[in-house]
């Protein structure tokens, strides 16, 4: 039995002296691996909160539009800014989505009969906000965010 013990001993020692490497190389394989899934999880992480800005600045757009129709007065501290335009849109848009870049503002508003926009009371107002998120992560393709925000106006 002692002779028994005394063997597989000296095989443990010599296996482990050809294995001094074997940590360094399974790291070697085995960080790129988890880096990429690290970081395809941040990249994850970051479009989500890109989405909720997208989609939060597509309710404050429309929000504005709401509010400042064609029958909306002037309020005491904004003077001039009813009714309302594409362009005033598209600058209260830009300030709300403060850390986005690169985001495309689509306003479509409800027709007359004479096929002109119609911001009176009781038409539709629709915002479509695009922006192209580009994530750090190699491999990983461009994403287009979409919201729409569609409602009635109320003056």
Do not use: C
């Not at 002037?74 to 989505?97: F, M, N, W, Y």
């Amino acid at each position: 039995m002692k002779r028994y013990l005394q063997s597989n001993q000296l095989s443990y020692k010599k296996i482990s002296k050809f294995q001094k490497g074997l940590a360094a190389v399974e790291a070697a394989i085995v960080a790129p691996i988890f880096f990429l899934i690290l970081f395809a999880i941040l990249d994850g992480a970051r479009m989500i909160y890109a989405y909720g800005a997208v989609a939060h600045a597509a309710r404050e757009g429309v929000r504005y539009a709401v509010v400042r129709g064609a029958e909306a007065g002037d309020d005491l501290r904004r003077v001039g800014d009813s009714p309302t335009t594409d362009a005033k849109i598209e600058a209260h848009v830009l300030q709300r989505a403060q850390p986005l870049e690169r985001i495309r503002i689509t306003t479509t508003w409800e027709e007359d009969a004479n096929q002109l926009r119609d911001q009176g009371a009781g038409k539709v107002v629709e915002i479509q906000i695009e922006h192209d998120f580009e994530p750090v992560t190699p491999f990983l393709p461009a994403i287009t965010l979409s919201s729409t925000s569609r409602t009635v106006i109320y003056f």
